[in-house]
């Protein structure tokens, strides 16, 4: 069975920077692609980073380029979203998600090609 663990969520000011981690076990975390994802109160969940399974691309929302990076480390089963100049809008839950579909070429950018979801970390930006 699949198990994602997000952490590194917390309060921070605009402007400031959280990294989060997500550790996946039950399977070989190496041949699958892994998301971010975020939803806010009153929306609807979106899509953050993607990152394809050999880590070689990367996708990310208009509104976090430049700001986020989405990374991974194979040979620890986990995946990272860095977050930097973190603005009010950003406040929301995020999950981590892994890719239902074994080395998918494409970087998956919806919700519904991952079969895996972490129970979420809330992340406060205050202005």
């Known amino acids: 069975q699949v198990q994602l663990v997000e952490s590194g969520g917390g309060l921070v000011q605009t402007g400031g920077s959280l990294r989060l981690s997500c550790a996946a076990s039950?399977?070989?975390?190496?041949?699958?692609?892994m998301g971010w994802f975020r939803q806010a109160p009153g929306k609807e969940r979106e899509f953050v980073a993607g990152i394809n399974w050999g880590g070689s691309r990367t996708d990310y929302a208009d509104s976090v380029k430049g700001r986020f990076t989405i990374s991974r480390d194979n040979a620890k089963n986990t995946v990272y979203l860095q977050m930097n100049s973190l603005k009010f809008e950003d406040t929301a839950v995020y999950y981590c998600?892994?890719?239902?579909?074994?080395?998918?070429?494409?970087?998956?950018?919806?919700?519904?090609?991952?079969?895996?979801w972490g129970q979420g970390t809330q992340v406060t930006v205050s202005s």
């Open positions: 998600a892994a890719d239902s579909i074994n080395r998918r070429l494409a970087v998956p950018v919806f919700g519904t090609s991952y079969g895996y």
């Open positions: 039950g399977r070989t975390f190496s041949n699958y692609a």
